[in-house]
């Protein structure tokens, strides 16, 4: 398969057969990351999706991210997908720049992570498909200066939080309540255990970002090590026959009964930075 001509393809391949879980968890770990930019975590904590409804938000945006893989660009759930993710975005003052970074991480973050430990490294035509897929939907997010390769990309986060990480009370509140959901779909018990295997995880910009203490060397290499066995324990199983969607993960649980792509999201906040979306034009892409 040729990574440009057959992007999505490979990249559902990817993401539905070959690494699932840990797709589920890589682009749990993108869009915490975006926290620790100010204007980004100021944003969310103004909107409080994530502060008072963090399931349904987690669960909003794995829907709507995922239905453009499963279905792909040009169906009706697609299309559906990417109509409410534009109008959500066009209702708040946000800028080119913050809406590319957020797109680079579902970029990056999935194969640093998957390389790491998945239970193989992912493939240069998967690196290049994956660039290729998330470049094609920013251009239907109207974002500009999208960058042209994986390396591009990888680029253009690292200098974005380099320049841009740093710490705020907003990101710190949809922090903490991203924690907090995680650790609920689990016994309640485990909480503690799971929020410092969690912070185990973060490198060390995200905790000074968060101003949360570092776990110590034991625990790191602990936690780290065990997600790695993981990974080697899957490359021993037989070949997923079947595919695995972000609407299949057990920690999607707000829509126990269905939903309707067309009612997932945001609806506007009054008086939280709104329209017009400083820098992006999405009235000629949905």
């Known amino acids: 398969m040729d990574p440009h001509a057959d992007a999505s393809e490979i990249y559902r391949l990817s993401s539905a057969y070959e690494f699932p879980w840990d797709f589920a968890r890589a682009l749990e770990l993108a869009l915490y990351r975006t926290y620790a930019v100010p204007s980004i975590g100021r944003l969310l904590a103004e909107t409080a999706e994530f502060t008072e409804r963090p399931q349904k938000r987690y669960d909003d945006t794995a829907l709507l991210l995922d239905a453009v893989v499963e279905h792909g660009f040009d169906s009706e759930q697609g299309r559906t997908a990417i109509r409410r993710i534009n109008r959500m975005h066009r ?23 998957i390389d790491a430990y998945g239970w193989r490294r ?11 897929h998330y470049r094609t939907l920013g251009r239907h997010m109207g974002i500009r200066d ?7 990309f990888e680029t253009c986060l690292d200098a974005y939080e380099k320049a841009h990480f740093a710490p705020d009370e907003g990101g710190r509140r949809v922090s903490d ?6 650790a609920s779909w689990y016994p309640r018990p485990l909480a503690p255990l799971l929020r410092t295997g969690t912070l185990a995880l973060l490198d060390d910009s995200l905790l000074r970002a968060f101003g949360y203490a570092p776990p110590s060397p034991v625990t790191r290499a602990v936690v780290r090590r065990a997600v790695r066995l993981r ?29 309707r792509l067309a009612e997932l999201g945001t609806r506007p906040v009054p008086g939280v930075r709104g329209c017009p979306v400083r820098g992006i034009d999405t009235s000629a892409v949905e």
């Open 177 to 182: 309540a991203t924690l907090d959901l995680m």
């Open 231 to 259: 990974g080697r324990a899957v490359r021993l199983l037989p070949p997923r026959r079947a595919p695995h969607h972000a609407r299949q993960n057990r920690e999607i649980k707000g829509y126990p009964n269905g939903y």
């Open 146 to 152: 999208l960058p042209g390769s994986y390396e591009e």
């Open 122 to 132: 992912m493939s240069r035509h998967e690196a290049v498909a994956s660039a290729v």
């Open 91 to 113: 209702s708040y003052d946000i800028s080119n720049e913050d809406m590319r970074y957020v797109l680079c991480t579902f970029v990056v973050i999935p194969k640093r992570w």
